[in-house]
T-cell receptor, first 109, second 114 residues
Framework: AQRVTQPEKLLSVFKGAPVELKCNYS??????LFWYVQYSRQRLQLLLR??SRESIKGFTADLNKGETSFHLKKPFAQEEDSAMYYC???????????FGTGTRLTIIP | GAGVSQSPRYKVAKRGQDVALRCDPI?????LFWYQQALGQGPEFLTY????????KSGLPSDRFFAERPEGSVSTLKIQRTQQEDSAVYLC????????????FGPGTRLTVL
Protein backbone atom coordinates (compact mmCIF):
# COMPACT_ATOMS: atom_id res chain seq x y z
CA ALA A 1 0.00 0.00 0.00
CA GLN A 2 1.13 3.53 -0.62
CA ARG A 3 0.61 6.35 1.81
CA VAL A 4 1.59 10.03 2.05
CA THR A 5 1.68 11.93 5.32
CA GLN A 6 1.77 15.69 5.70
CA PRO A 7 1.92 16.30 9.46
CA GLU A 8 1.10 20.02 9.38
CA LYS A 9 -2.39 21.11 8.38
CA LEU A 10 -1.52 24.77 8.82
CA LEU A 11 1.78 26.62 8.62
CA SER A 12 2.34 30.35 9.03
CA VAL A 13 5.64 31.95 8.12
CA PHE A 14 6.78 35.56 7.98
CA LYS A 15 7.67 37.03 4.62
CA GLY A 16 11.38 36.60 3.98
CA ALA A 17 11.71 33.68 6.39
CA PRO A 18 12.57 30.13 5.26
CA VAL A 19 9.76 27.69 4.54
CA GLU A 20 9.72 23.92 4.96
CA LEU A 21 6.63 21.84 4.31
CA LYS A 22 7.03 18.26 5.47
CA CYS A 23 6.07 15.16 3.53
CA ASN A 24 6.73 11.55 4.44
CA TYR A 25 5.70 8.55 2.41
CA SER A 26 5.26 4.82 2.67
CA UNK A 27 5.87 2.68 -0.40
CA UNK A 28 7.64 -0.62 -0.88
CA UNK A 29 9.27 0.17 -4.22
CA UNK A 30 10.74 3.22 -5.92
CA UNK A 31 8.14 5.96 -5.96
CA UNK A 32 7.83 9.12 -7.95
CA LEU A 33 7.11 12.10 -5.69
CA PHE A 34 5.36 15.36 -6.53
CA TRP A 35 4.31 18.62 -4.94
CA TYR A 36 1.04 20.11 -6.14
CA VAL A 37 -0.16 23.61 -5.24
CA GLN A 38 -3.60 25.17 -5.21
CA TYR A 39 -3.75 28.96 -5.04
CA SER A 40 -6.96 30.67 -3.95
CA ARG A 41 -9.76 30.12 -6.47
CA GLN A 42 -7.47 28.24 -8.83
CA ARG A 43 -7.19 24.62 -9.80
CA LEU A 44 -4.67 22.13 -8.52
CA GLN A 45 -1.41 22.39 -10.45
CA LEU A 46 1.94 20.67 -10.44
CA LEU A 47 4.68 22.60 -8.65
CA LEU A 48 7.56 20.19 -8.98
CA ARG A 49 8.50 16.52 -9.23
CA UNK A 50 11.55 14.82 -7.83
CA UNK A 51 12.79 13.36 -11.12
CA SER A 52 13.08 16.83 -12.65
CA ARG A 53 15.38 18.12 -9.93
CA GLU A 54 14.23 21.64 -10.79
CA SER A 55 13.68 24.72 -8.66
CA ILE A 56 10.25 26.16 -9.38
CA LYS A 57 9.31 29.59 -7.96
CA GLY A 58 12.29 29.23 -5.64
CA PHE A 59 11.03 25.93 -4.20
CA THR A 60 13.11 22.76 -4.10
CA ALA A 61 12.45 19.27 -2.77
CA ASP A 62 14.87 16.40 -2.35
CA LEU A 63 13.80 12.79 -2.17
CA ASN A 64 15.38 11.15 0.88
CA LYS A 65 14.84 7.42 0.52
CA GLY A 66 16.45 6.66 3.86
CA GLU A 67 14.01 8.86 5.73
CA THR A 68 11.21 8.31 3.17
CA SER A 69 10.72 12.05 2.98
CA PHE A 70 10.20 14.66 0.28
CA HIS A 71 10.11 17.97 2.14
CA LEU A 72 9.45 21.17 0.20
CA LYS A 73 11.74 24.09 0.95
CA LYS A 74 12.16 27.72 0.03
CA PRO A 75 14.82 29.97 1.57
CA PHE A 76 12.83 33.23 1.53
CA ALA A 77 9.03 33.15 1.62
CA GLN A 78 7.01 35.55 -0.50
CA GLU A 79 3.41 36.63 0.02
CA GLU A 80 2.35 34.97 -3.24
CA ASP A 81 3.43 31.61 -1.81
CA SER A 82 0.29 31.53 0.35
CA ALA A 83 -1.64 28.50 -0.90
CA MET A 84 -2.60 24.90 -0.21
CA TYR A 85 0.22 22.44 -0.85
CA TYR A 86 -0.23 18.72 -1.46
CA CYS A 87 2.48 16.08 -1.57
CA UNK A 88 1.69 13.15 -3.88
CA UNK A 89 3.18 9.78 -4.78
CA UNK A 90 2.97 7.64 -7.87
CA UNK A 91 4.10 4.05 -7.67
CA UNK A 92 6.16 2.29 -10.31
CA UNK A 93 4.00 1.08 -13.17
CA UNK A 94 1.02 2.89 -11.75
CA UNK A 95 -0.68 5.96 -13.13
CA UNK A 96 -2.76 7.03 -10.15
CA UNK A 97 -1.59 9.59 -7.61
CA UNK A 98 -1.85 9.16 -3.85
CA PHE A 99 -2.10 12.51 -2.09
CA GLY A 100 -1.42 13.69 1.43
CA THR A 101 -4.01 15.70 3.32
CA GLY A 102 -2.33 18.98 2.43
CA THR A 103 -0.74 21.91 4.27
CA ARG A 104 -2.19 25.40 4.13
CA LEU A 105 0.73 27.83 4.00
CA THR A 106 0.11 31.43 5.01
CA ILE A 107 2.81 34.03 4.53
CA ILE A 108 2.54 36.86 7.03
CA PRO A 109 3.49 40.25 5.54
CA GLY B 1 -5.16 26.44 -25.04
CA ALA B 2 -8.13 25.06 -23.15
CA GLY B 3 -7.46 23.06 -20.04
CA VAL B 4 -9.55 20.33 -18.46
CA SER B 5 -13.12 21.45 -18.00
CA GLN B 6 -15.80 20.04 -15.75
CA SER B 7 -19.53 20.58 -15.50
CA PRO B 8 -21.51 21.44 -13.58
CA ARG B 9 -19.24 23.36 -11.25
CA TYR B 10 -21.75 23.00 -8.41
CA LYS B 11 -24.44 20.42 -7.89
CA VAL B 12 -26.92 20.12 -5.05
CA ALA B 13 -28.81 16.85 -4.85
CA LYS B 14 -31.36 15.44 -2.48
CA ARG B 15 -30.41 12.18 -0.87
CA GLY B 16 -31.42 9.34 -3.13
CA GLN B 17 -31.12 11.28 -6.38
CA ASP B 18 -28.86 10.22 -9.23
CA VAL B 19 -26.22 12.67 -10.48
CA ALA B 20 -23.94 12.80 -13.52
CA LEU B 21 -20.69 14.76 -13.57
CA ARG B 22 -18.94 15.54 -16.82
CA CYS B 23 -15.26 15.92 -17.65
CA ASP B 24 -13.78 17.27 -20.87
CA PRO B 25 -10.05 16.43 -20.92
CA ILE B 26 -7.36 18.28 -22.81
CA UNK B 27 -7.64 17.37 -26.48
CA UNK B 28 -5.47 14.40 -27.38
CA UNK B 29 -4.88 13.30 -23.80
CA UNK B 30 -5.02 9.54 -23.57
CA UNK B 31 -5.34 9.12 -19.81
CA LEU B 32 -8.20 10.41 -17.68
CA PHE B 33 -8.57 10.20 -13.93
CA TRP B 34 -11.31 10.87 -11.41
CA TYR B 35 -10.54 11.84 -7.82
CA GLN B 36 -12.79 12.58 -4.86
CA GLN B 37 -11.79 15.28 -2.39
CA ALA B 38 -13.71 15.44 0.87
CA LEU B 39 -13.57 18.59 2.98
CA GLY B 40 -10.18 18.99 4.63
CA GLN B 41 -8.68 16.01 2.82
CA GLY B 42 -6.44 15.48 -0.15
CA PRO B 43 -7.78 14.12 -3.43
CA GLU B 44 -8.42 10.37 -3.39
CA PHE B 45 -8.22 8.25 -6.52
CA LEU B 46 -11.47 6.84 -7.86
CA THR B 47 -10.84 5.48 -11.34
CA TYR B 48 -8.62 5.73 -14.43
CA UNK B 49 -9.14 5.40 -18.17
CA UNK B 50 -6.71 4.93 -20.98
CA UNK B 51 -8.66 5.97 -24.05
CA UNK B 52 -12.04 4.26 -23.62
CA UNK B 53 -10.72 1.42 -21.48
CA UNK B 54 -11.28 1.66 -17.73
CA UNK B 55 -8.01 0.20 -16.46
CA UNK B 56 -8.43 0.78 -12.74
CA LYS B 57 -11.61 1.31 -10.76
CA SER B 58 -10.24 0.21 -7.43
CA GLY B 59 -11.02 3.54 -5.78
CA LEU B 60 -14.74 3.62 -6.47
CA PRO B 61 -16.29 3.50 -2.99
CA SER B 62 -19.39 1.47 -3.87
CA ASP B 63 -21.35 0.04 -6.76
CA ARG B 64 -23.39 3.26 -6.74
CA PHE B 65 -20.44 4.91 -8.49
CA PHE B 66 -19.99 4.33 -12.19
CA ALA B 67 -17.71 6.01 -14.73
CA GLU B 68 -17.54 5.81 -18.49
CA ARG B 69 -15.56 7.24 -21.38
CA PRO B 70 -17.21 5.64 -24.39
CA GLU B 71 -15.31 7.42 -27.17
CA GLY B 72 -12.05 7.93 -25.38
CA SER B 73 -12.59 11.64 -24.85
CA VAL B 74 -15.35 13.03 -22.61
CA SER B 75 -15.99 11.12 -19.41
CA THR B 76 -18.99 10.96 -17.11
CA LEU B 77 -18.99 9.98 -13.45
CA LYS B 78 -22.40 8.84 -12.33
CA ILE B 79 -23.48 8.43 -8.74
CA GLN B 80 -26.73 6.61 -8.11
CA ARG B 81 -28.91 7.04 -5.02
CA THR B 82 -26.66 9.73 -3.58
CA GLN B 83 -25.88 9.70 0.14
CA GLN B 84 -24.68 12.52 2.38
CA GLU B 85 -21.22 10.96 2.54
CA ASP B 86 -20.92 11.47 -1.23
CA SER B 87 -20.68 15.24 -0.63
CA ALA B 88 -17.24 16.24 -1.90
CA VAL B 89 -15.39 17.93 -4.73
CA TYR B 90 -14.95 15.59 -7.67
CA LEU B 91 -11.79 16.31 -9.64
CA CYS B 92 -10.98 15.16 -13.13
CA UNK B 93 -7.44 15.08 -14.51
CA UNK B 94 -5.95 14.14 -17.84
CA UNK B 95 -2.48 13.35 -19.11
CA UNK B 96 -0.77 12.39 -22.33
CA UNK B 97 -0.62 8.87 -21.01
CA UNK B 98 3.06 8.22 -21.48
CA UNK B 99 5.21 7.25 -18.53
CA UNK B 100 5.95 10.09 -16.15
CA UNK B 101 3.54 12.52 -17.81
CA UNK B 102 2.01 15.32 -15.76
CA UNK B 103 -1.65 15.14 -14.77
CA UNK B 104 -3.57 18.35 -15.48
CA PHE B 105 -6.53 18.96 -13.21
CA GLY B 106 -9.92 20.47 -13.88
CA PRO B 107 -11.63 22.96 -11.55
CA GLY B 108 -13.74 20.26 -9.95
CA THR B 109 -17.45 19.77 -9.34
CA ARG B 110 -18.62 20.47 -5.80
CA LEU B 111 -21.42 18.02 -4.96
CA THR B 112 -23.58 18.68 -1.93
CA VAL B 113 -26.08 16.00 -0.93
CA LEU B 114 -28.83 17.20 1.39
Amino acid sequence: AQRVTQPEKLLSVFKGAPVELKCNYSYSGSPELFWYVQYSRQRLQLLLRHISRESIKGFTADLNKGETSFHLKKPFAQEEDSAMYYCALRGLGNEKLTFGTGTRLTIIP
Amino acid sequence: GAGVSQSPRYKVAKRGQDVALRCDPISGHVSLFWYQQALGQGPEFLTYFQNEAQLDKSGLPSDRFFAERPEGSVSTLKIQRTQQEDSAVYLCASSQGLAYNEQFFGPGTRLTVL
